[in-house]
RNA sequence: GGCCCCGUGGUGUAGCGGCCUAACACGCCACCCUGUCAAGGUGGAGAGCGGCGGUUCGAAUCCGCUCGGGGUCGCCA
């Protein structure tokens, strides 16, 4: 036989895959091995869709010329596994099956054994139903058995296999890091394990490998990746699980363009070679954070659709709307975004627009309904709660700087500029939704650059790197670093796509000085620098090439690639909103020895019903 | 930590104060049926409405708390 393209036969149990079987095979005789996917049963003849990972085919069984086969057909329900044998037959003309890719032959059964039966399943494996998630994972070893569930996982060992290729074929070595680090205080929470060995002392869960790939580059290795597991304790989203999975890449004698460059040829070059039905164009689109935040108040735009913001902070600067004019003399902004025909929603309408606001913080919406061009609109042709204050002149103004025409909505928000960003940019996400302006053939891939190196943290009373703080600033802003160090750029950059951020990276700091004096502005003195970060600190003087990298979210792009927005469906065994895991239990206690062991003294009860005390 | 939505037979839904000793579809069980492929026909079993407490003459239905799931803002170097 010329080369197979079934990837499930040629075992002692099993000649062939069940989904692999063609009008060629006709005549053959088969061992297929599966499970029951459906039976019909017309009383003297019976079909069994016997189903593997590639497929279905229809076996037939007859009680005429195998009592035996029948007999146990006869006796097989749903999800049975089953071992058939029998003869690969062309169906005739009538009986042809088109939904179906084995659909033009048919396994006429000479025998059936039942390897193994089968409960009646929690949820249908052969229906699409929407199943509560909570008893999907429960069952997730059924869950899988679907078939969209069993393409997630397939397209994901594709993506993971084209990456190791393609990166294998640009010099990357493969390197893998420890799991079990050192705790960051910076960043996110991290997952913690205690040690045995050392009373009162804890490793940390890797948030991302980065020391240990900067590292790689002072140890020469030049180009790194790695599939890595990470780890965050944050709270989950529906795109955010708690271990997740990144392609980590580091290399030195880079620059910016070498690595976006390189992103570039992945992501197109996956996405044509994964969903070839979709389109990526090209070249990326480049933004800058600043612009990114103006267009769109967001970091990860989605750039399918247009609906961009403007900036209404002068006129509102001079508004005698007092709302307007105080909150630009308290340093906050006006903008606005326009819905296309919005002018003819209800009030009640504009009203779930503001509600929608309101949950992100803002204290509501300012809205204007123009029936005639904003460029001519009177009074009466302005719909808007505040028009009275505002008068029709500020109306006008606003309306044509926010691009609005006749029959246009626009909503303004008011207030401390990132509040302003995130209620505009959740405005703009729901506006497409209900325009219907979403096209879901398209993965709209793009980078933004320039990020900030720093921002000031409220809380904290002190400035947080943006990216991490191993991240170069701009050269060009090195002065500001002590002046004016939230105007300080980064050498940082995210890719993004659909409205998602698929990850981040940034070329590095590689001298001592530099880094001594990023920690300086981060807090860090240089006895504490030493400290924690002695390591790289002292690595740095050892020859430390300069070197740059990314990592990404190789959930996310798998997320994206099978055309759904949750997460969960990409990974076998995931986590709920609440970070555990249904089926196996975990997290759970553990026993009061393995506690002692660890030096550990758990504070409260893990519920009043169990006797175990404080 | 805040806010929003959901929890009714195995699954998905309906019911939203008495008509509910809870309805429908799929599934399940039994029987019939030789060409179906979401097979068909007949019959049947299966939940007391996440849990606790309240309001009421009366609660799946209203209220409070709680548990669980989902979503989101904060958070996620």
Redesign the pocket.
């Known amino acids: 036989m010329t080369h197979s393209t079934d990837k499930l036969g040629g075992d002692v149990l099993k000649s062939h895959g069940c989904g692999a079987l063609r009008a060629e095979h006709a005549g053959q005789t088969v061992s297929l091995a599966g499970w029951v996917?459906?039976?019909?049963?017309?009383?003297?003849?019976?079909?069994i869709?016997l189903r593997d990972r590639d497929g279905?085919v229809?076996i037939?069984v007859?009680?005429?010329d195998h009592p035996d086969a029948y007999a146990a057909a006869n006796?097989v329900?749903?999800e049975y596994v089953l071992r058939v044998e029998g003869e690969v037959?062309e169906?005739?003309d009538?009986?042809?099956?088109p939904?179906?890719p084995t659909?033009d032959v048919?396994v006429?059964a000479t025998s059936v054994h039942v390897l193994n039966a089968a409960k009646?399943?929690?949820?249908?494996v052969?229906?699409d139903?929407?199943?509560?998630?909570?008893?999907?994972?429960q069952y997730r070893y059924i869950d899988l058995r679907r078939p969209t569930m069993i393409a997630a996982l397939e397209l994901r060992h594709r993506l993971n296999q084209f990456i190791r290729d393609f990166m294998t074929e640009r010099g990357f070595l493969e390197v893998e890091t420890p799991i079990l680090v050192a705790a960051?205080p910076?960043?996110?929470?991290d997952y913690v394990v205690p040690s045995r060995l050392t009373p009162g002392a804890f490793y940390a869960l890797?948030?991302?490998?980065?020391?240990f790939k900067q590292l790689l580059m002072v140890a020469g290795v030049e180009r790194y990746f790695q599939i890595a597991r990470?780890f965050?304790d944050?709270?989950?989203?529906?795109?955010?699980q708690p271990e997740f999975v990144q392609l980590d890449l580091e290399w030195s004698f880079c620059e910016e363009e070498d690595i976006l460059g390189l992103l570039e040829e992945l992501f197109s070059q996956a996405a044509a070679a994964l969903r070839p039905d979709l389109t990526v164009p090209r070249p990326f689109p480049r933004l800058t954070w600043q612009e990114a935040m103006e267009r769109y108040g967001s970091d990860k735009p989605d750039l399918r659709y247009g609906l961009e913001l403007s900036d209404c902070s002068d006129i509102a600067e001079t508004s005698g709307f007092g709302v307007f004019s105080s909150t630009i003399a308290n340093d906050g902004r006006v903008r606005g975004i326009v819905m296309p025909g919005g002018a003819s929603l209800s009030r009640r309408d504009v009203d779930g627009f503001t509600n929608l606001a309101?949950?992100?913080?803002a204290p509501g919406l300012v809205s204007l309904q123009f029936s005639a061009d904003p460029a001519a609109a009177t009074e009466d042709d302005v719909r808007s709660p505040v028009l009275r204050h505002l008068g029709i002149a500020d109306a006008r103004r606003i309306g044509e700087r926010c691009g609005a025409s006749a029959g246009d909505l626009v909503l303004l928000a008011a207030g401390e500029a990132?509040?302003v960003s995130?209620v505009l940019?959740?405005i703009r996400?729901e506006l497409a939704r209900r325009l219907d302006l979403i096209d879901d053939t398209i993965l709209n891939f793009g980078f933004i650059t320039d990020f900030p190196l720093v921002?000031w943290?409220d809380?904290g009373q002190r400035w947080?790197?943006?990216?991490?703080?191993?991240?170069a600033p701009n050269e060009a802003d090195a002065a500001l670093l002590d002046s004016d160090p939230a105007n300080v750029r980064a050498r940082a950059y995210d890719a993004i796509c659909n409205g998602f951020?698929l990850g981040?990276g940034s070329i590095r700091i590689h001298q001592r000085d530099l880094q001594l004096q990023v920690f300086e502005l981060l807090g860090i003195d240089a006895k504490e620098a030493q400290q924690r970060f002695g390591h790289m600190l002292d690595a740095f003087e050892y020859g430390a090439p300069p070197h740059g990298g990314f990592?990404f979210g190789i959930d996310r792009v798998a997320m994206l690639l099978a055309g759904t927005?949750?997460?969960?469906e990409v990974i076998a065994f995931?986590?709920?909103?609440?970070?555990?895991d249904?089926m196996t239990g975990a997290p759970m206690p553990i026993a009061v020895e393995q506690l002692d062991e660890l030096h550990l003294l758990v504070q409260q009860a893990e519920s009043a019903d169990q006797s175990a005390g404080g």
């Open positions: 996917h459906r039976r019909r049963d017309h009383g003297q003849l019976i079909f869709d279905l229809q037939v007859r009680p005429d006796d329900r749903g037959v169906r005739s009538a009986t042809r099956n939904n179906l659909g048919e006429v009646t399943p929690p949820f249908s052969s229906e139903d929407d199943v509560n998630e909570l008893v999907r994972m960051t910076e960043g996110a929470r890797p948030q991302a490998p980065q020391q990470c965050r944050e709270d989950l989203r529906a795109d955010r309101k949950t992100m913080g990132g509040m995130t940019d959740g996400r921002e943290d809380d947080d790197a943006l990216h991490h703080p191993f991240t951020e981040s990592a927005e949750n997460i969960r995931p986590k709920t909103m609440s970070a555990s249904p």
